[in-house]
């Protein structure tokens, strides 16, 4: 079992930075695959970025590449997404997402992680 916990949303202006958190809880979560996520409403779930278990590996939407980092930090049972160059289409409330599996492969589907945390919104002004 994992409980997720995001943080570090709120409102920012175009261009600005951010960094989100997830502190997860539960003795698996280093060898969990970890996602991102965000939603707007009325629309679906889409992928953000994933980390592996190691932190070697990651993998993003096209829509973030170059402006969104990825990591994490086992120690603290910690992942994060550290935002630049935010537009205002990035304004959606963020997720973050755990795959118990322990075998890494690019995951993108919501139905593909186990685990969930409440979410954190994001807002980017013009």
């Known amino acids: 079992q994992v409980q997720l916990v995001e943080s570090g949303g709120g409102l920012v202006q175009a261009g600005g930075s951010l960094r989100l958190s997830c502190a997860a809880s539960?003795?698996?979560?280093?060898?969990?695959?970890m996602g991102w996520f965000r939603q707007t409403p009325g629309e679906e779930r889409e992928f953000v970025a994933l980390v592996s278990w190691s932190g070697r590996m990651t993998h993003y939407a096209d829509s973030v590449k170059g402006r969104f980092t990825i990591f994490r930090d086992n120690t603290k049972n910690t992942v994060y997404l550290q935002m630049n160059s935010l537009k205002p289409e990035d304004t959606a409330v963020y997720y973050c997402a755990a795959d118990q599996s322990g075998r890494y492969y690019v995951r993108t589907r919501p139905d593909e992680y186990d685990y969930w945390g409440q979410g954190t919104q994001v807002t980017v002004s013009s």
């Open positions: 539960g003795r698996t979560f280093s060898s969990c695959t």
